[in-house]
């Protein structure tokens, strides 16, 4: 048995499929953890979540942004963007079946029996461990509940981006889908940011001020103990300066390469994005 993990596939179903049969994986013994954002601006974002959604308890997903916006757009909560490619799948006939099955889908994976965790994003650096697998069960309990609906219009927003402001259930609950799918960087005050994208090196400034950016993984302290596998941050194309992190989204989706990590010698395979081989 090998535990896989993979990053951010954004409905580039092909290049999983190729990535999955350079290391003959076997869903009958082999397990696959899925980083977030199954679907998005990629082709084929209806065959990703049926192939995934088969895989039964072989599948092991977290959400991501992009996830949890399908959610609302197929709940008419939000517009379907421009740049997405999701009406094949909002017109299938499985739809309903497949939202279903998406909105139970946690914010927060174990790794196997490993103490290590899988999330979109990352964890908050003000967060604990415990605060962290609570708060995903907090918000999981609600996304699959049949107040879906109204939880999925409060996690708009970007306040409060600090913990301890978050006072009330749809404060802790905004807070929490923002720090598990929408995090990178951070204030030196470990406040969230949402805005930076651009990878570390560009980022990175001298002065000492809480407005500061840095990434979240240098302020937290739980991965000094705790390995952690993460999506979302296609800039960093997989290059982290901390020993217990693990980026995995590579920018497939972009024309850069699909990317999984075998857990147990981390030995990582990549799929070009097939793009570039139909141009």
């Known amino acids: 048995m090998a535990i896989y993990l993979v990053g951010d596939i954004q409905g580039c179903y092909s290049e999983l499929i190729a990535l999955l049969e350079q290391v003959s994986f076997n869903p009958k013994i082999d397990h696959l953890y899925i980083a977030g954002d199954l679907v998005a601006r990629g082709p084929n974002s209806l065959a990703t979540l049926r192939f995934i959604k088969s895989l039964n308890d072989s599948a092991k ?126 204030y030196r005050n470990k406040n969230l940011e949402f805005e930076s994208k651009s990878a570390p090196p560009t980022i990175h400034s001298n002065q000492q001020s809480s407005t500061t950016l840095l990434p979240w993984y240098e302020l937290s302290s739980t991965i000094n103990e705790t390995p952690w596998v993460f999506g979302h941050w296609a800039a960093l194309m997989g290059e982290c300066s901390h020993q217990n992190i693990y980026p995995l989204d590579t920018g497939c989706v972009w024309g850069n390469h699909l990317t999984l990590l075998r857990w147990h010698d981390k030995k990582v395979f990549t799929e070009p994005s097939h793009k570039l081989s139909s141009k």
């Open 61 to 186: 997903v977290v959400l991501g942004n992009h996830d949890l916006h399908l959610l609302a757009v197929y709940a008419d909560i939000k517009k379907v963007k421009k740049q997405d490619l999701l009406n094949s799948l909002l017109d299938a006939d499985d739809a309903e079946e497949l939202m279903n099955w998406l909105a139970q889908q946690p914010l927060l994976q174990k790794i196997g029996n490993n103490d290590a965790y899988m999330s979109h994003a990352g964890i908050s650096p003000q967060w604990t461990l415990t605060q962290a697998i609570e708060q995903a069960k907090f918000a999981q309990q609600r996304l699959s509940s049949i107040n879906r609906n109204e939880w999925l219009s409060s996690m708009y927003g970007e306040k409060p981006n600090d913990w301890q402001q978050a006072k009330t259930e749809i404060e802790k609950f905004r807070y929490t889908i923002n720090a598990f799918t929408r995090m990178r960087y951070c």
